[in-house]
């Protein structure tokens, strides 16, 4: 039987949003709670309506009418008309339904038409719509294009352009990628060209390519708005908000393997009319650094409902289905990948709230430490809170994104493996999972990408100062406390790797180079390991709050356990000798 609710259903992101996460810390943090005039007369008040948003309309609507329509969307696909996109009309449905459902503006300010709620409690309804149409979280999710307005524009564009978005009058676009400007954003070519007689007092011109939802109302476009000859690079890009009009033509629309329902676009600026965000020359160091990260938060939740709709469809399928004279699911090697799957997901669930709840407090703090003086007695200890948070949300950030898009694809392949031969036909909805999950490793920042980001911070101890607050909680003698030991002995494991990494220098060019491209090709190892330690000491806590969750912390940590020991063994061999070799390898035969 169908569920009837995303939300009441799903027991672990009940305990993430009900018990698990610091509302307390992030709603005093943020000035909602215990002062006058807030928005929450106390903690409980807040927590029950969250809740109370979760149940009805997020997760009743996903259930009973987003859910039922994903293969009707996944089916028809967008299309291109006369330079016109066309979405599937179930896909127009589901956004009329959004909207008037007051959710297209959940962390908008309310002063231009949005609920204000935190990043939080918008990542648990992504969560959830994602599950129901991996699609339509690609359109619901870009409400921080009308937040990169709010918190960069001018007042002008906040009261024209915001309320829209609040509304669900209008959708966006992050318009970004070039043919030859991917993952390097940098050499990004496209030309913003003031102009006095255009509207906002720029034109811009240039083609843009892999932009979703690139046929949205409103869209915020990085480009060249200085001199490449003196500002090359991140310098010379600036952001700006273009109107949907005759200017922007829809060129293609890209035939993609999934999310068939999220239209992808190439197009071509012809002038069109460019309103600057913020200042010159900050566009991607500044504002679409900070959408980006938005960004990939919502692609980890994303994964969280792709991950949690195959383990359903997986689950149900291996209880119903009977192969000599048994059920499925009683044959080890099925379990198994059942278990697998679902350990995985809630300690993933688990860090992905503790990175928004990074997010949220860097936020709320670091708006207030802009109101204040700095010879108030209370700047430094503010600032400080400030930076602890802001550290914790720029690793967690791209290692969530990185860890969760990979795991979902191996979960989505899991739950088809389970399905055997019926998974691979579209009669079961496993398939459009397993095909939708593919690009969550590529978009907003490939996984690689993501890696080195988080690499970055890893290299500066932000993780080890992580680590050791959640492992220096203390068990006892009990399984918690056996569990315990042995995500120890694998952390000083991790320590070991990364000193070993870290440590690596070079006497000359060539082995400095060597050293450089060790720690790159260790990076990923190491973003891993460091991950699933994070996870194990957070599954710990939980399991000590909720009996349930022993058997999934027993069934995680000694699988990560097991992985940190394997990354380990690669990372003491590592040298500088099998880079040239694999050179050697990769040349060979052409």
């Known amino acids: 039987m169908a569920s009837q609710n995303f939300y009441l259903d799903n027991r672990d992101l009940k305990f993430q949003v009900e018990k698990r996460v610091d509302w307390l810390t992030i709603l005093e943090a943020r000035g909602d709670l215990g002062q006058p005039g807030c928005a929450y007369e106390s903690l409980e ?17 996903a259930a009973e009418r987003i859910a039922p329509r994903a293969a009707q969307i996944d089916q028809e696909g967008c299309r291109l008309e006369e330079g016109r996109v066309i979405l599937p009309k179930a896909m127009e449905q589901n956004l009329r339904d959004l909207a008037e459902a007051d959710l297209m503006g959940m962390t908008l300010p309310p002063q231009y038409g949005g609920l204000g709620f935190p990043t939080t409690l918008y990542t648990a309804a992504t969560e959830i719509v994602s599950r129901a149409d991996v699609s339509l979280m690609n359109l619901f999710g ?9 918190r960069f524009g001018d007042e002008e564009l906040k009261s024209r352009y915001v309320p829209l978005f609040a509304k669900g009058e209008a959708t966006g676009a992050m318009v970004l990628t070039e043919p030859d400007a991917g993952s390097d954003l940098m050499a990004i070519q496209t030309r913003a060209l ?6 906002g007092g720029w034109r811009i011109r240039g083609v843009k390519r892999f932009i979703t939802n690139g046929c ?12 490449p000859e003196r500002f090359s690079g991140a310098r010379g890009l600036s952001l700006f908000l273009v109107e949907k009009g005759p200017e922007v033509k829809v060129r293609r629309v890209e035939e993609k393997m999934g999310i068939h329902g999220s239209p992808t676009c190439e197009l071509y600026f012809e002038g069109a009319p ?59 090697p099925v379990a198994e990948m059942l278990v697998e799957i679902k350990a995985t997901l809630e300690a993933m669930r688990s860090l992905v709230y503790r990175t928004a709840e990074a997010v949220d407090l860097e936020d709320a703090l670091g708006a207030r430490v802009e109101l204040l003086d700095r010879k108030e007695a209370s700047y430094a200890e503010l600032r400080k809170k400030r930076d602890a948070a802001a550290q914790a949300a720029e690793l967690l950030t791209p290692m969530i994104k990185f860890y969760t898009s990979e795991a979902c694809i191996r979960i989505t392949n899991l739950a088809l493996q389970v399905h055997g031969g019926n998974g691979y036909m579209r009669d079961y909805p496993v398939e459009r999972l397993y095909r939708d999950a593919r690009i969550t490793s590529i978009y907003e920042g490939t996984s690689q990408m993501q890696v080195d980001r988080a690499m970055a ?21 009990s399984r918690l406390g056996e569990l315990s030991q042995e995500l120890g002995e694998a952390k000083a494991i991790f320590l070991e790797c990364l000193e070993r990494v870290r440590s690596q220098k070079g006497a000359t060019p060539q082995s400095s180079e060597e050293a450089g491209a060790l720690r790159s090709l260790f990076a990923r190892r190491l973003t891993e390991m460091g991950a699933e330690l994070l996870m194990g000491y957070l599954l710990l806590e939980e399991a000590e709050l909720w009996e349930r969750k022993m058997p999934v912390a027993a069934h995680f940590i000694g699988e990560a356990v097991s992985r940190v020991h394997m990354h380990a063994q690669v990372i ?19």
């Open 142 to 150: 870009l409400q921080g294009i009308a937040e990169t307005i709010a």
């Open 572 to 590: 003491r061999k590592g040298q500088a000798v099998p880079i040239r070799e694999a050179q050697a390898v990769l040349l060979e035969g052409f």
């Open 274 to 332: 460019g309103y600057l965000i913020g200042r010159r020359g900050r566009g991607l160091t500044q504002y679409v650094n900070w959408l980006m990260n938005a960004a990939r938060l919502g692609v980890a939740a994303q994964c969280l409902g792709i991950g949690e709709a195959a383990y359903r469809e997986a689950l149900s399928y291996a209880g119903e289905r009977e192969q000599f004279g048994s059920k499925i699911i009683e044959f080890p």
């Open 45 to 61: 008040e807040a927590v029950e309506t969250f809740r109370d948003l979760l149940t009805d309309p997020v997760g009743s609507l």
């Open 216 to 227: 949205g109302d409103i869209l915020l476009v990085l480009a060249r708005s200085e001199d």
């Open 457 to 477: 911070k890893i290299t500066k101890g932000v993780l080890e100062e992580l680590l050791e607050t959640y492992s220096s909680k203390k068990f006892g003698a």
């Open 194 to 199: 003031e102009d006095p007689s255009a509207p």
